[in-house]
C-alpha cells in the first residue's frame, strides 16, 4: 500500500544575491553621500542649530539604514514571487513620474507640483479609493510643507502663485 502523498511543498526561497548585491550598492553610495554631506560648511556669521548638512545627512542615514536593513533581510527566507513585467513596468513608471516631477517642480510650485505626484504614485500603487489617495496627499503634502516652512526652507511657489 502506497502512502499517498500530497503536493511537495517548495522550498522557502531566500531574499537573494541580488537583494544582497543591491544592498552593497546602495550602501557605498550612501556612504559617499554622507561623506560628502559632511563638507557643507554653514557660513561663518551665523549661527542656526540647522546648518546646510542637516537635510542631506538624514537623507545619507535613513539610506543607509535601508539599505542595511535590506543586506540583512536578504538571507530571511521568503515566499515571495519572482517579479513580473507588470512590476518593471510599474517601477518604470514611477521613475518617469518622479522625472516628471523634478522637472514641473519650479513652474508649479511645491504645494502642487507634490501634491500632482502623490496622487498619480498613489494610483499607480494601486491606492484605492479614490478619497484615501486624496486624504494621503493633502495630509502629506501638508506636513512637508509645514515642516519645511518650520526649518525656514524657502519652496518654490510656482509661477502661477507668483504673479
Same mark, same amino acid.
Given at each position: ?86 512590476? $518593471?513596468?510599474?517601477?518604470? =513608471? ?6 516628471? $516631477? ?12 507634490? =501634491? ?29 510643507? $509645514? ?17
Amino acid at each position: 500500500m502506497a502512502a499517498e502523498r500530497g503536493p511537495a511543498a517548495r522550498p522557502l526561497r531566500q531574499g537573494g544575491r541580488s537583494d544582497r548585491l543591491a544592498a552593497l550598492i546602495i550602501f557605498g553610495i550612501s556612504a559617499l553621500y554622507v561623506r560628502y554631506a559632511l563638507t557643507f560648511q554653514p557660513p561663518r556669521f551665523r549661527s542656526e542649530a540647522l546648518g546646510p548638512a542637516t537635510f542631506p545627512l538624514m537623507i545619507g542615514g535613513l539610506m543607509l539604514a535601508c539599505s542595511a536593513w535590506l543586506f540583512f533581510q536578504s538571507f530571511r527566507p521568503s515566499d515571495a514571487h519572482r517579479p513580473t513585467w507588470a512590476g $518593471y513596468l510599474t517601477a518604470a =513608471a514611477l521613475w518617469g513620474l518622479l522625472l516628471g $516631477y523634478v522637472l514641473l517642480f519650479d513652474r508649479l510650485g511645491f504645494p502642487l507640483s507634490t =501634491a500632482l505626484f502623490l496622487a498619480a504614485a498613489l494610483r499607480l500603487l494601486e491606492i484605492r479609493p479614490w478619497w484615501k489617495v486624496t486624504l494621503y496627499t493633502v495630509i502629506f503634502t501638508a506636513g512637508l510643507y $509645514y515642516a519645511f516652512s518650520a526649518l525656514d526652507v524657502r519652496l518654490p511657489p510656482g509661477e502661477w502663485l507668483r504673479r
